[in-house]
C-alpha cells in the first residue's frame, strides 16, 4: 500500500484543478455527484437555525446545500485549506435572504481553526480520502462537533465486487484522465487510483470513527459501491 503525498502536494494539486473541479465532476458523474451531495446534507441532520461546518469543501457544493438546509437564522462556515478552490467558492455563491450566511475559512482538516463543541451537524465531500491522517482528521471532526451531532463524509471508493472494481478501472482510466487531460490535469486526476487502494473501505472507516470517540457511526455504500456515506454521531 503506498503512502499519501505530503499534504502541500495535494493542497497544490487541489489549487491547480479548482478552476475545472465542477465542470469535470459534473461531465464524469453525469450530473449525480449532485444527488449524492443531497443526500449526504440530509444524513448530517443539519436543521433550520443550526450553525454547520463543511470541511474540505472545495468549491462549496455541500457548504451551499447546508446553507439552505440551515435557512436564514443558521449560519455556515465552509473550510479548506486550498485557496484557489475557496476563491472559487466564494465566486459561486450569490447572497440569497433565504439561507444561512457562510464563512469561507482557510483550514485544515487536520488542524480545524474552530473552537471545541461549535457546530450543530458536519459535512466533508471527497476529503477524507486526500487527508494525510485520517485517524486525525475524525478526531478533529469529532472534537469540534456538539455533543450528539453528525457528520456525513462522503467519497470515492475501491468497489468490492470484482466486475464493479474492472468498470472502476476502466472508467477511472479511460474516461476520468483523459476528459482530465483535456484540461491539463491528466497527472492531478491519475492520483485517484492510488488514493483509492489506499482508503479504508466503509467498516475501517467505521471503526476508525468509534475510536476517535464517536458513539455511533454507519457507512452507507452507493453508487454500487464506488461511492459511500459515512455518518458518525458524536
Known sequence: MTSPPPAQDIRALFDRIA????????????????????????????R????????CCGSGDLARLLSRQVGHSGKVYG??????????ARQKTLPSHHN?????????ALDLPFPAEMFDAATMGYGLRNVTDISKSFSELHRVLKPGAKVAILDFHRASSPLMRTFQQWYLDQLVVPAAAQFGLRDEYAYINPSL??????????????SAGFRQATHYPIA?????????TK
Request: hydrophobic letters at 45%; glycine letters at 8%; one cysteine or more.
Open 79 to 88: 473550510a479548506d485549506f486550498a485557496c484557489a478552490q475557496l476563491d472559487v
Open 19 to 46: 478552476p475545472a473541479y465542477d465542470q469535470l465532476n459534473d461531465w464524469l458523474s453525469l450530473g449525480l455527484h449532485r444527488v449524492w451531495k443531497q443526500m449526504t446534507v440530509k444524513w448530517s441532520d443539519a
Open 100 to 108: 444561512a450566511p457562510i464563512v469561507w475559512q482557510e483550514g485544515d
Open 224 to 232: 454500487s459501491g464506488m461511492m459511500g456515506v459515512l455518518v458518525a
Open 197 to 210: 487502494d489506499r482508503f479504508p473501505i466503509g467498516s475501517e472507516q467505521v471503526t476508525l470513527a468509534k
Open 48 to 55: 433550520p437555525g443550526n450553525t454547520a461546518l463543511d470541511v
